[in-house]
């Protein structure tokens, strides 16, 4: 997958080695995805776990982690809810659900399921006094999952629509009736009551940066401060660039021809190690001399992510027969943190 940037069948086989024919090869690379004891739990998980750790290890000194819970389309007629954590300047792959239908057809109760894994995989990882803040798109701005990050001490930034009932102090409004004063970039109403079954205790900010945004952002919290909301919520991003790094950006996601959601998930575990792996050699040569050798660098700007850095430097590591591996012990003094947009 990582060298022929393809998720076709024929493509991930050509690379077991196996002196088969290439028909056999590509029907073994479909067995595994159809198989049914292929699952997240044995393929994925162990592998997440020992990055995470690492990850967490490294950057104990952070006071917060940040989740993102988004959809994509994966393959003809099949979208894909994921949650994923901000790191690196980029999304990388928690969990995920699978399903046929749009990008939008996903229930109330399939973000509480999948919220409910997440929250399992993090509580035994995370250390001590860590906090951790859940983001997300106008689709995931339910009650429910705003009690549900209440209840286990999480914080949450959400998009809301232009038409969601509000009240303030017992007054009936909608976002797209107030607007930031002038010369402003936001207003925020602390203490409103959520759409018509009046749900208490969230904060509201309607963001307007016009050299950005050519609508308002309208925003729920239990942040008591505007300037908190906005700058967790910038943050969203990191999985848009996530879906484009296994889509567009590498392994063509997309392009699926599969047609089942269970071959298509297990499809995603090949692609969300395959995302770990290059991400894990990205930051082991981040500072080496090769880069240069791989990519154009610059002073004042990073031209390619971690991630396109690392899927061009495999190729030249092996073209040029120089060894590597991935490992999972980062160095202290890489210069990331969570938070890096680069």
Partial sequence: MIRKNSCHM???GSGLPENIDAFSKETAAKRFVE???VDYETHYLPFLTKF???VLSLFAFQSEIRIVIDGSQTGKDHATLMFSLVCFGRGVPL???TKKGAKGHFSEQDHLDLF???????QPLLPQGMAVTLLGDGEFDGIALQKNCLACGWNYVLR??????????GERFQPKEVTPPCGENCLFIEQVEFTAQRFRYVNFVCWHDRQKHQEPIYLVSNFDEPGDIIERYAQRFSIECLFKDLKSGSFNLHKTRLKSAFSISNLIIVAALAFIMLLCLGLEFEHSPLRKKVQRLRKDHKVLSIFAFACKL???LIDHDIAFGFSFQFSKNNGYSFYDTA
């Fill in 95 to 97: 969990c995920w659900f």
């Fill in 314 to 316: 495999i190729g030249y």
């Fill in 52 to 54: 995470l750790g690492a």
């Fill in 10 to 12: 024929a493509d991930i």
């Fill in 160 to 169: 809301t629509a232009c038409d969601t009932i509000l009240h303030e102090d």
């Fill in 35 to 37: 198989n049914k004891w």
């Fill in 116 to 122: 409910e894994r997440v929250r399992q995989l993090l």
